[in-house]
């Protein structure tokens, strides 16, 4: 009994003794979506320019990517400031009065929620870039206090939060 190649693999044969194989494309199209999906959104941020203040030194970054405007929240060796409005002070790398029992900084935290308050009375609340803001950060900042800053704006209800770099 002779068998042919395409029986021994489970295909048809065609008239030349080669066996016709299937592929099925789906898997493969989903993996592709995905990817592209995931490419997409990263690509999709957006970055801007801000002033530049002589007492904060941001970390470099390559990125070409621009950001829109939102609320921007400053850390300088000696100070935290919101939209350039000084919050709370920061002395010899630590936050100069002390974070609640939440970790939450009470003088930013009243801010950020004053400022959302405000924003839900004009009608300016809808909208990603409403809970957002634009952390400057200098390079030689504490992460503590850099954790203490973010655990305030989340519980003011600013979640989406961006770090600003400077374009190399």
Do not use: H, W
Not at 66 to 86: F, G, N
Not at 125 to 140: F, T, V, Y
């Amino acid at each position: 009994m002779s068998l042919s190649r395409g029986s021994v693999f489970g295909g048809r044969s065609s008239g030349g003794g080669t066996p016709m194989v299937a592929l099925n494309l789906t898997a493969l199209m989903d993996i592709l979506s995905n990817l592209l999906f995931f490419l997409l959104a990263a690509y999709a941020a957006q970055a801007t320019e801000v002033e530049d203040k002589s007492e904060l030194l941001l970390p470099a970054s390559s990125s070409q990517v621009r950001l829109q405007i939102q609320l921007t929240i400053s850390i300088t060796q000696s100070v935290i400031q919101v939209a350039d409005v000084p919050v709370a002070r920061i002395a010899k790398g630590r936050l100069a009065d002390p974070a609640d029992e939440d970790g939450r900084i009470p003088a930013l935290y009243q801010k950020l929620v004053s400022i959302k308050g405000n924003r839900a009375q004009s009608g300016q609340d809808q909208g990603p870039e409403a809970s957002g803001i634009l952390l400057l950060a200098d390079k030689n900042t504490d992460s503590d206090v850099v954790s203490k800053v973010l655990k305030t704006a989340g519980y003011a209800g600013f979640v989406n939060v961006r770090f600003g770099v400077i374009a190399q």
